[in-house]
């Protein structure tokens, strides 16, 4: 008998449909997002998730 696991995921998506209060919610978000900032978090990010060593390293 093997112990290896596997999991299956199915595709993502919403379990419900937004409230009227988070659909304000994200509207007035969406007004106040720089997409640049965003974009260049993302690279940082990225970028050291890339080369993160110890806890939190993901083993090829």
């Known amino acids: 008998m093997s112990n290896d696991r596997?999991?299956?995921?199915?595709?993502?998506?919403a379990d419900r449909e937004p409230t009227a209060d988070?659909?304000?919610?994200?509207?007035?978000?969406?007004?106040?997002?720089d997409v640049d900032e965003v974009g260049?978090?993302?690279e940082e990010m990225t970028e050291r998730?890339?080369?993160?060593?110890?806890?939190g390293e993901i083993a090829p």
Do not use: D, I, V, W
């Open 6 to 13: 596997t999991e299956s995921f199915g595709e993502p998506g």
């Open 22 to 33: 988070e659909e304000k919610a994200a509207e007035r978000a969406a007004e106040n997002l």
């Open 40 to 42: 260049e978090h993302y």
């Open 49 to 55: 998730g890339a080369h993160q060593k110890g806890e």
